[in-house]
C-alpha cells in the first residue's frame, strides 16, 4: 500500500472540521445503539425506524419500507440540480458477540455488528445532517440510501427492484467501509476491481440412516460429505489458473442428533468467490460434477444449489478521479492510501454500481488491538475517532461540481 500527500489546503469556505465536529458525538452514540441492538438482514425495522425517526426530526424526508426495510433519504438543493447517491448498510451477522466488557456489547443472542455496517449507518446519518444545513450551497441534490439484507445480498438487488432511484437517476453513488486493516483515520481507494465476485451454494444430500453400530446397513451421508468437502476444497488449488485469485469456503455444517446415530440428511453451505467470470464458472462446473458423482457412487442423493449473489465491485475511473480531488481538496490532512490488491470478500454495494457509476472507499478503523480483529471476527469493534473522517469523506463527495 503506497501512501498519498497531499498539499493543497482546505476550501475556507466551508469549515467542515468544525461542522462534524460538533455532531460527531452523535454519531458515535448512534453507531453504540445500533451495536447494541443489531438486527439480521432482513429484520431491520427497529434499525429503520431509529434512522429514519433522526433523519425527519432534522426536516429530512424519508420514505421507508424499500426492497424490505429500506430507506431513501432526499436532500434537495434545487430541482434543476442534478442527483448523487450515498449508500449505507444496516444489517448485522448471525455471530455472538465477543466483547463482553463492552458497555455497548450486543444485547442479542447470537446476533452483532461484525462488519461495521452500524459505522456506516451512523456516520451516513450524520452526514445527512451535515449536508442538509448545508443544503442552499450544495451543487447537487443527495439521495441518501440506507440498505438492508446486505450480509444475504438481496438488499441492494431489492431495493433497485422496488424503484428507489425512480425520478432520481443519480449520476454518481458512493459508499464506504470501515477496515482494520488500514490506520485509524486513513482513506483507502483503488481503481478497478475492489471485491470479488461471491456465489452462495448449498447442498443436501439424502442418505440412509441407522444404528452406529452396524454402519453396513446404512448410507452414511457424513461420511459422503466428508469426501465431497475435501474434494470441493481441491477445485481452487489444482483446476483453477493459480493467476486468478478464487476462494471456496464452507461456513456451514448440519447433521444428526445423536452420537450413536447415522443420520439420514445432511447439509452444508459456503461461498465461491473469484475475480473472474471464466474462474467462477469452471468452479461452478466442477462443483456440480463432483457433489453428484460423488453421492451417487455411494448410493445417496445429492442437490446442490448456487445462488450468483454478487458480481465483481469495480470502481468507476471517472468516480474516483472525483474522489481523489474531493479528499485532497477538504481534507488534505487525511492519509489517503492506494489499495494494491482487491479483496476477496464481497460487496453488495456492487449491484448498485451496475446501474449508476461510483465507488466504494474504505474507512480504516484499526487504532489498537482491540480494534484491529477482522471484519465478520466475534470481537470487531472500530476506533470510533476515525468516524469523523468517514463523515467528512462522505460530505466532501456531494460538494463541488
Not at 44 to 64: C, S
Not at 243 to 260: D, F, R, Y
Amino acid at each position: 500500500m503506497m501512501l498519498l500527500q497531499h498539499s493543497q489546503p482546505p476550501d475556507t469556505r466551508i469549515n467542515l472540521a468544525d461542522r462534524i465536529a460538533a455532531i460527531i458525538p452523535e454519531v458515535i452514540s448512534l453507531r453504540r445503539h445500533l451495536h447494541a441492538h443489531p438486527e439480521l438482514s432482513g429484520r431491520e425495522e427497529q434499525t429503520a425506524a431509529r434512522v429514519a425517526g433522526l433523519l425527519e426530526a432534522h426536516g429530512i424526508p424519508v420514505q421507508t419500507g424499500i426492497g424490505g426495510h429500506g430507506l431513501l433519504a432526499c436532500i434537495e438543493a434545487g430541482r434543476d440540480k442534478r442527483w448523487i447517491a450515498l449508500r449505507a448498510d444496516m444489517d448485522a451477522l448471525p455471530i455472538q458477540d465477543g466483547k463482553d466488557a463492552c458497555e455497548y456489547a450486543s444485547t442479542m443472542q447470537d446476533v452483532s455488528h461484525a462488519c461495521g455496517h452500524d459505522a456506516h449507518t451512523a456516520m451516513l446519518v450524520g452526514a445527512a445532517r451535515v449536508l442538509q444545513d448545508l443544503r442552499n450551497t450544495l451543487p447537487f441534490n443527495v439521495a441518501c440510501v440506507f440498505q438492508p439484507a446486505e450480509e444475504t445480498t438481496e438488499g441492494a438487488r431489492a431495493m433497485l427492484e422496488d424503484g428507489v432511484f425512480d425520478g432520481l437517476n443519480p449520476e454518481r453513488i458512493h459508499a464506504l467501509h470501515v477496515y482494520p486493516y488500514l490506520p485509524a483515520g486513513s482513506i483507502g481507494l483503488r481503481d478497478g476491481a475492489m471485491c470479488a465476485a461471491t456465489d452462495m451454494f448449498e447442498v443436501e444430500i439424502e442418505g440412509r440412516g441407522g444404528h452406529a453400530a452396524r454402519p453396513h446397513e446404512c448410507i452414511d451421508v457424513i461420511l459422503i460429505a466428508s469426501h465431497i468437502i475435501q474434494a470441493l476444497n481441491h477445485i481452487v488449488s489444482r483446476r483453477v489458473n493459480p493467476l486468478h485469485p478464487a476462494v471456496l469456503t464452507i461456513g456451514q455444517i448440519h447433521a444428526g442428533s445423536a452420537a450413536n446415530v447415522i443420520p439420514d440428511r445432511i447439509r452444508f453451505s459456503g461461498t465461491v468467490r473469484s475475480l473472474n467470470p471464466e474462474t467462477h464458472e469452471e468452479i461452478r462446473v466442477r462443483m456440480d460434477r463432483i457433489i453428484r458423482q460423488t453421492a451417487e457412487t455411494w448410493g445417496a442423493v445429492a442437490q446442490f444449489r448456487m445462488k450468483r449473489a454478487i458480481p465483481v465491485l469495480r470502481n468507476n475511473e471517472h468516480a474516483m478521479r472525483i474522489v481523489r480531488q474531493r479528499l485532497a481538496h477538504y481534507l488534505p490532512d487525511t492519509p489517503v492510501i492506494e489499495i494494491e490488491e482487491p479483496s476477496m470478500g464481497g460487496e453488495d454495494f456492487a449491484e448498485f454500481l451496475g446501474h449508476i457509476p461510483g465507488a466504494l472507499l474504505r474507512l480504516g478503523t484499526g487504532g489498537n488491538p482491540a480494534t484491529r480483529y477482522p471484519l465478520h471476527h466475534s470481537c470487531f469493534d472500530i476506533d470510533e475517532p476515525s468516524m469523523a473522517v468517514g463523515v467528512s469523506a462522505l460530505v466532501c463527495l456531494c460538494l463541488d461540481d
